[in-house]
């Protein structure tokens, strides 16, 4: 059970300007913000973050829609914190997403759905070293 998971605010909620209320709701659900930035990412960046979907059929959009725009990677502390996040971004689907979570929230459809949250602690490990280095973690 990890303390930290890392959390992106992609790109289609940072044009509605939707950032602050997002963080004001990951913060509110009783997470700590130890790492957040904005950054553009390259398209290599892109392709190595998502490489674990390279064979499924929506990768080369997945990497045109984070590249699009720029994002917000933010790494998160809180007891059980991957699951809790989870919970909270909700469904990958906004459609099927529960009422208060992120996405039912700030996303449009399946492939411009806000938020990516690391889906294990194992993840959570490798995704928070691709944007952040020691030095920037509180």
Same mark, same amino acid.
Do not use: W
């Given at each position: 059970?990890?303390? /930290? #998971?890392?959390?992106?605010? +992609?790109?289609?909620? *940072?044009? @509605? ?7 004001? @709701? ?5 997470? +700590?913000?130890? $790492?957040? =930035?904005?950054?553009?990412?390259? /398209? &290599? ?8 979907? =390279?064979? /499924? ?11 699009? $725009?720029?994002?917000?990677?933010? *790494?998160?502390? =809180? #007891? ?6 989870? +919970?909270?971004? $909700? ?6 997403? &529960?009422?208060?979570?992120? /996405? +039912?929230?700030?996303?449009?459809? @399946?492939?411009?759905? &806000?938020?990516? $949250? ?21």
């Amino acid at each position: 059970m990890s303390n /930290r #998971t890392l959390a992106i605010i +992609k790109p289609d909620a *940072v044009r @509605k300007n939707a950032v602050g209320q997002i963080i004001a @709701k990951i913060t509110e659900s009783g997470f +700590k913000i130890i $790492g957040l =930035k904005m950054v553009s990412l390259s /398209r &290599a960046s892109a392709e190595a973050f998502y490489e674990v979907h =390279k064979e /499924r059929p929506f990768y080369p959009s997945l990497v045109d829609f984070m590249t699009s $725009g720029p994002v917000v990677p933010i *790494v998160l502390e =809180k #007891t059980n914190a991957v699951a809790d996040f989870r +919970k909270l971004i $909700g469904s990958t689907d906004p459609a099927e997403a &529960a009422e208060g979570t992120i /996405r +039912k929230m700030f996303a449009a459809n @399946k492939a411009e759905n &806000a938020m990516h $949250g690391s889906d294990s602690d194992e993840n959570a490990a490798i995704e928070i070293c691709h944007f952040f280095s020691r030095s920037e973690l509180l």
